[in-house]
């Protein structure tokens, strides 16, 4: 019987027992399905599920699995969560301070 080299979710970078946790409240329990969500849409769906606003690096890590899932190949600096916090603030508005 041949082994099976298909990719678990826990085999993704960024992905630990929290965000497993996460995904499993979304019903996410294989690559192949996470391949197909969109980032933002899965954090907005688990923070009406857990009626919790989590910290936004939920969406970050969420960011970094989906990455993976839809490429194997991805780059490893872009399989860990904190690269997508930096793009997630970085194109983020700008707050502006009090009266000028």
Not at 28 to 35: D, G, K, P, R
Request: net charge positive; glycine share 4%.
């Amino acid at each position: 019987m041949p082994v099976s080299t298909a990719r678990k979710l826990a085999d993704l970078r960024s992905v630990g027992p929290a965000a497993l946790a996460d995904l499993a409240v979304l019903n996410i329990t294989t690559v192949a399905q996470l391949a197909v969500c969109e980032p933002a849409a899965l954090y907005a769906k688990l923070c009406t599920a857990t009626g919790v606003r989590h910290d936004p690096c939920v969406e970050d890590v969420f960011t970094a699995a989906v990455a993976q899932a839809r490429d194997p190949e991805l780059p490893k600096e872009m399989c860990d969560w904190w690269y997508w916090t930096r793009q997630r603030k970085a194109a983020a508005p700008r707050k502006r301070g009090g009266p000028a």
